[in-house]
């Protein structure tokens, strides 16, 4: 029942995509409303789908890898729709839509989700921590999102071939912006996280602190790169895609020790 | 009740033809004693136009009487075009819609004929008739708009210029911008960054008077020729118009003033021609550098889009010019009469109109 949801979840997200690309190839995009309610939709099915697995399993629903991506996924959902009308990036959602879909049909499709015998025992401090490390992912996953469109903005400006996207896309100044919030954001999520997995009261692999660390060390540098001025801010937007893109290898490390340490 | 509209454009006429008919104070008395129930005066740089609706055939030389601003010792015929009917609805959705303005797909036209439609219906000159044609042909404007991509980009070097320093750093206002050379080109471009905000200006040129000059015409400031190299590091944007034979930036000059500015772009227009700035200066980190014929290229590559678009938004004016028709067909229905009705948010301007 519960993965029904995620599938018409990844309907919606598809549906934002599908009307995007439609829209692109009439060489017409009207910054409609349709992707934010498309993405919106898709957000609470996420939702519900947590919150079955939360009621089932009696603790937050990031048990295994396949839990812990589409909470990722939910994640990004959840800062597209507080960051997209606050910072009014438009075409952000025609870019967030398809990760999401990579990472929720990736989930779907994976042999990943593997069920526990029996209910687990409850850690508040353990979930606190996996929890608001996973949000801190969202925000770098958005942050990664702007630097693709900073990047794809930036290029045309530099090769002076401007299309039909270029005129929809935000300002370069707009977009850095909006990267430097959400690093913010995700590097103090992440710290929370990271400070809060102290007062778990379990011994916890050493594979997985190295690599917490890692992250928010990865994400420190760039943003402290950023105001000693070592990075343009083209080489932030690449870092951020970079960046995200070894915290998902690493993410992906840590919940598969994390799994094999679990009784 | 019989719909027509006479005019002359930029299409059949030149600017002193269109001058001499451009309407006078008599017009709207000598339209309504010629028989015509409802006028309206649409009168732009680039048209003069009549739409009016009258129960008998009022002939296109009554017409052009009305709209003579003098009498003329060197009378001859104008090329006055006239439609009726359909045709008429069409060619005013064509008009509002900027299909039949210079520049196709500019927006100016539809304020003009939005102004126009307030002064006649406040006057009384409009009624019902000419109220369902420019009501519909507003609505038609704003579907072509907003369905179509006949507005996209700009058509000029200096709106172009504006385009990209918006996309580069979104609020012009808090942008300092330097002038390098007093030229005709480069102050057509400041003037249009000022309109969008720009506060900051600064001009330097080698005959300080001429730099004096502009920079009074802009409300900015003259900077000493031998004094703007040290400007770099500090302002947004660099116009250049000088008629230096050698390029006066080049990527060795700029990289250290760009050190400690690492994370602000610096937006070159160069106009002049041989260039002022070295070609690979484009190549450092945060500097965009558009040249005269990049600009151009921009401004055609629009107006080729925008071309594009007409068959499209030809094809919504279609299907508006064939309902029109079937409403005018049934005459008095009074509940299409109520449909097509003002209201206040229909028939207002828009700032961006005015």
């Known amino acids: ?29 009207r910054p409609m409303r349709f992707n934010f309610f498309a993405v919106g939709l898709g957000f609470i099915f996420q939702t519900a789908f947590l919150s079955i697995r939360g009621h089932l399993l009696g603790r937050c629903p990031i048990t295994n890898l396949f839990e812990v991506i589409i909470f990722v996924a939910w994640s990004v959902a959840l800062f ?49 921590h996996a929890s608001i490390s996973l949000v801190a992912y969202g925000a770098f996953a958005l942050a990664c999102i702007a630097g ?43 710290t929370l996280g990271l400070v809060s997995g102290f007062f778990v009261g379990e011994p916890l692999p050493w594979t997985q602190i190295i690599c917490a660390i890692g992250v928010w060390f990865l994400y420190g540098l760039i943003l402290q790169g950023r105001y000693l001025r070592w990075f343009a801010p083209k080489r932030v937007a690449a870092l951020c895609i970079i960046g995200f893109s070894a915290a998902l290898t690493l993410l992906w490390g840590i919940t598969f020790t994390t799994q094999t340490h679990t009784p | 009740m019989n719909l027509f509209c006479v005019g002359l454009s930029h299409h059949n006429a030149n600017v002193e033809t269109r001058e001499r008919f451009a309407g006078n104070p008599e017009t709207g008395c000598a339209l309504r004693s010629s028989g015509c129930a409802e006028a309206l005066l649409l009168s732009t740089c680039n048209r003069v136009e009549i739409y009016a609706a009258s129960e008998k055939r009022v002939s296109t030389d009554e017409i052009v009487r009305c709209l003579v601003r003098e009498s003329d010792p060197h009378h001859f015929a104008p090329p006055f075009y006239r439609y009726e009917n359909e045709k008429c609805a069409q060619h005013l959705f064509r008009v509002t819609s900027g299909l039949d303005s210079m520049v196709v797909g500019e927006t100016e036209i539809l304020g003009q004929a939005k102004r126009a439609y307030e002064a006649a219906r406040a006057s009384g000159a409009a009624g019902r008739y000419l109220h369902r044609l420019f009501q519909r042909a507003f609505r038609v404007a704003k579907q072509v708009r907003t369905r179509t991509e006949i507005t996209r980009g700009a058509v000029s070097v200096g709106s172009v210029a504006v385009d990209l320093a918006q996309k580069i750093f979104s609020d012009l206002r808090n942008c300092k911008v330097l002038v390098l050379g007093a030229g005709e080109t480069s102050e057509r471009t400041v003037r249009a960054l ?20 502009l920079a009074f015409a802009v409300n900015g400031r003259a900077v000493a020729f031998e004094q703007w190299a040290k400007q770099c590091g500090e302002i947004d944007i660099l116009i250049t118009s000088t008629s230096s034979d050698l390029p006066l930036l080049s990527r060795e000059k700029l990289a250290p003033m760009l050190r400690d500015r690492i994370d602000r772009p610096l937006f070159i227009i160069d106009i002049a021609v041989p260039r002022d700035v070295a070609p690979d200066v484009n190549a450092l980190d945060g500097v965009y550098l558009y040249d005269i014929d990049s600009l151009q290229s921009i401004a055609e590559q629009s107006l080729a889009t925008r071309r594009e678009q007409i068959a499209a938004a030809e094809q919504i004016i279609s299907e508006h010019v064939a309902e029109f028709g079937e409403l005018m067909a049934r005459g008095s229905n009074c509940s299409a009469q109520a449909s097509e009705h003002p209201t206040v948010a229909e028939g207002s301007l828009r700032p961006s109109e005015l």
């Open chain 1, 148 to 190: 693709v469109m900073y990047l794809v903005q930036e290029r045309q400006l530099k090769t002076r071939h401007l299309h039909s996207i270029f005129y929809h896309l935000p300002p370069l100044t707009d977009l850095f912006a909006a990267i430097i919030r959400l690093l913010w954001w995700g590097f103090a999520l992440y």
């Open chain 1, 1 to 29: 029942m519960d993965r029904y949801l995620l599938i018409v979840s990844t309907l919606c997200f598809l549906v934002a995509i599908a009307h995007t690309v439609l829209q692109m190839r009439g060489g017409i995009f």
């Open chain 1, 80 to 128: 597209y729709l507080i960051v997209g009308p606050a910072y009014r990036l438009s075409l952000m959602g025609a870019f967030t839509a398809p990760l999401v879909v990579f990472l929720q049909l990736f989930a779907l499709f994976a042999p990943i989700d593997t069920p526990h015998r029996g209910r687990l025992p409850a850690n508040p401090w353990l979930e606190f």
């Open chain 2, 194 to 213: 000022v309109s969008r905000g720009v506060a900051d200006l600064r001009v330097s040129n080698r005959s300080r008077e001429r730099a004096e000059a």
